[in-house]
């Protein structure tokens, strides 16, 4: 009988304090930050209906080669109205580059890179409802209840526009991946509803194939059935631009917890040119939380369109049961836009352990070698699939 580990998956519920008897509960909470990354930081800024919307990205290294168009092409990736079945605000969303950047406007000083972009299409009149009732699923009352005030039109900073700063920063960070560690980081479509892609090639894959369709789904087929799965959906008017994440995994993820060691196990072998590599990838190129040089692969599952055109049972600020009809411009799906976001926040990730890596871990010579280790750029070689 073979030796086999065990697994389950373990359920975590959170009970928060109700109301209390005559009266309103009290919240105490620290304030929420807008700053990821510790070597490669970022901080966005701005609300859906303000000024603008943006991000300061700090860590960059000096000497990198980075153009404005590099930027505006990923910003154009994620921009609305770009099909019938994203929301129909129309935006340029136009990036200016207002720090960071040497005369040339193409090589980075090293101080911090400040991305700005203009909101101009805002219909603020749209969300004049929403200014005493909260919309069912959205984070109009979590905003309420944590800092007794919020921005209503446009949902504020819960807003897919303030993905825009991550996006942008998301440009940087896949330029130094590509420079730095030959590493690509490629997100798609993979199902929507009960319409899932098939045969899609991780090894083969291309940035081209994912943007071929506006589903963002590499596999043609199955781009067209998740079209006409989110065009039936728009009939609804199932609107809604905040891309809710509601599940993430790695590698073979919850159903891994089904399965013995002697199953899930990722066996090691020498390859032709005499690297390290695993048979399977069940770990996602990821295990003890390092990477392990396979492609790191990632899910990320979204709610459905929380604001829809049909009155919703809803309460209001004053705490009285109401019925709303939400307005408002969304997308009747969120995840053909999420992809270039999800890529983006993978990217900052990878960017930021990737210097931090070289801080600790090749400052000083190895065993045999006088500089750093000049296989450790092998394990960013391989592309990470999200």
């Known amino acids: 009988m073979a030796a086999a580990s065990l697994c389950s998956s373990v359920r975590l519920l959170v009970q928060q304090p109700r109301q209390q008897r005559g009266g309103r509960r009290s919240l105490r909470v620290q304030a929420a930050g807008s700053t990821f990354g510790h070597a490669f930081r970022v901080t966005t800024f701005g609300e859906s209906h303000g000024g603008g919307v943006g991000c300061v990205i700090d860590g960059v290294p000096p000497r990198m080669q980075i153009t404005q168009e590099e930027i505006q092409y990923e910003l154009d990736r994620r921009r609305p109205g770009q099909s019938k079945i994203t929301t129909p605000r129309k935006e340029t969303d136009t990036c200016e580059i207002l720090s960071g950047m040497a005369p040339d406007g193409t090589t980075t000083l090293g101080s911090p890179i400040c991305v700005l972009v203009r909101n101009k299409d805002q219909k603020s009149q749209d969300y004049s409802e929403m200014e005493q009732a909260y919309r069912p699923s959205h984070a109009d009352a979590t905003y309420d209840f944590k800092y007794g005030i919020r921005a209503v039109a446009g949902g504020g900073r819960s807003s897919a526009r303030e993905t825009i700063g991550r996006v942008a920063a998301g440009a940087v960070a896949k330029k130094l991946l590509r420079q730095v560690a030959g590493t690509e980081v490629l997100a798609y479509v993979n199902r929507v509803r009960d319409v899932e892609a098939s045969g899609v090639d991780h090894e083969s894959m291309t940035l081209e194939q994912i943007e071929s369709n506006p589903v963002r789904c590499p596999d043609p087929a199955s781009a067209e059935a998740m079209y006409k ?115 983006s926040m993978v990217a900052l990730v990878l960017a930021d352990q990737l210097l931090q890596h070289y801080a600790q871990c090749e400052l000083l010579p190895r065993d045999s070698a006088l500089g750093p280790d000049a296989k ?8 990470v699939h999200a």
Do not use: W
């Not at 450790?376 to 592309?383: C, E, T």
């Open 229 to 343: 799965a989110i065009d039936a959906a728009e009939l609804a008017k199932a609107i809604m631009s905040l891309p809710a994440t509601k599940g993430f995994e790695i590698g073979s993820g919850f159903s891994g917890s089904r399965m013995v060691g002697s199953e899930h196990n990722d066996e090691f072998y020498m390859d032709e040119q005499g690297e390290v590599r695993t048979r399977t990838n069940r770990s996602g190129g990821i295990q003890g939380g390092i990477s392990n040089g396979e492609h790191i692969v990632i899910r990320v599952a979204f709610k459905p369109t929380a604001t829809i055109a049909q009155r919703q049972a809803t309460v209001s600020r004053e705490g009285k049961d109401i019925e709303l009809l939400a307005r408002g411009r969304h997308d009747p799906c969120v995840v053909p836009r999420a992809v270039p976001m999800v890529e």
């Open 376 to 383: 450790a750029r092998s394990q960013f070689q391989h592309p």
